[in-house]
């Protein structure tokens, strides 16, 4: 049986501001659906992703800033420099180390360009956070 993560649900305070902000970035929107005045369920998707994100009133009862989700690039300076072009505050690139089995951030990119192991960090107006992560080449059967 095949399963597909279709949705991420992104809890917003304002639909208006986060759908201008989703837009700024260059998502697609793919639905906007206002039912009544409880009920608004905004549709849109990354560029190149199969995966889409919906907000809105009356879509969940989570708080607004507690999303926290990956989006996967292949170019991580590409990627940062165009969401700094957009007037995104993007973090700076960082790389995971590990001390007697301790995760800690070290400053820049992985420094042997490994897949899946460079990151930077954004937030959207709300604190929903998106974490870039890096991605090559995918290990197999991914």
Same mark, same amino acid.
């Given at each position: 049986m095949s399963m597909r993560l279709e949705?991420?649900?992104?809890?917003?305070?304002?639909?208006? *501001?986060? +759908?201008?902000?989703? *837009?700024? +970035?260059?998502?697609?929107l793919d639905a906007d659906?206002?039912?009544s005045p409880r009920f608004r369920l905004v549709q849109l998707t990354p560029p190149g992703s199969e995966c889409s994100i919906h907000f809105g009133r009356g879509i969940t009862p989570a708080a607004p800033g507690s999303a926290h989700n990956y989006l996967v690039v292949s170019?991580?300076?590409q990627a940062c420099a165009d969401l700094i072009s957009r007037g995104v505050e993007?973090?700076?690139?960082?790389h995971n180390v590990y001390d007697a089995g301790v995760q800690d951030q070290a400053d820049g990119p992985d420094p042997e360009g490994r897949?899946?192991?460079?990151?930077?960090?954004?937030?959207?107006?709300?604190?929903?956070?998106?974490v870039?992560?890096?991605?090559?080449?995918?290990?197999?059967g991914r």
């Open positions: 949705v991420a649900v992104i809890p917003v305070t304002d639909v208006s *501001r986060a +759908l201008h902000f989703y *837009r700024s +970035l260059g998502w697609r659906f206002e039912a170019d991580m300076e993007v973090s700076e690139i960082y897949s899946y192991a460079s990151y930077a960090s954004f937030s959207d107006p709300d604190g929903n956070g998106w870039l992560q890096e991605v090559q080449v995918r290990l197999p």
